[in-house]
Nanobody, 121 residues
Framework: QVSLVESGGGLVQAGDSLRLSCAAS????????MGWFRQAPGKERRLVAR????????YYVDAVKGRFTISRDNAKSTLYLQINGLQPEDTAVYYC??????????????WGQGTQVTVSS
């Protein structure tokens, strides 16, 4: 069983930056494809970014391109999401996700509990 624990969320002002972290355990981290989803109030959970097992291939949804950077440290079993230029519309619960495979599935098998990011204008 894969366990994912997010940290780094909080209340910030528009224009600030945050770095979210996700500590993984239960399986060799380098065998897991990883990603970040988010769920804004009243909306569905949606993919934000994903990264392959080795960390050399990434994907971002259009809404976050140029502001979000996904990365991983396989030696530390940790996934990161650097968020710059935060905007009020980035307010959401951010979920770390994982799958056994080259990339995460449309609905990944493993989810963290989420970390709240709130951006004030």
């Amino acid at each position: 069983q894969v366990s994912l624990v997010e940290s780094g969320g909080g209340l910030v002002q528009a224009g600030d930056s945050l770095r979210l972290s996700c500590a993984a355990s239960g399986r060799t981290f380098s065998t897991l494809a990883m990603g970040w989803f988010r769920q804004a109030p009243g909306k569905e959970r949606r993919l934000v970014a994903r990264i392959n097992r080795s960390g050399d291939m990434t994907y971002y949804v259009d809404a976050v391109k140029g502001r979000f950077t996904i990365s991983r440290d396989n030696a530390k079993s940790t996934l990161y999401l650097q968020i710059n230029g935060l905007q009020p519309e980035d307010t959401a619960v951010y979920y770390c996700v994982a799958d056994i495979g080259a990339i995460i599935a449309t609905y990944p098998a493993y989810w963290g509990q989420g970390t709240q990011v709130t951006v004030s204008s």
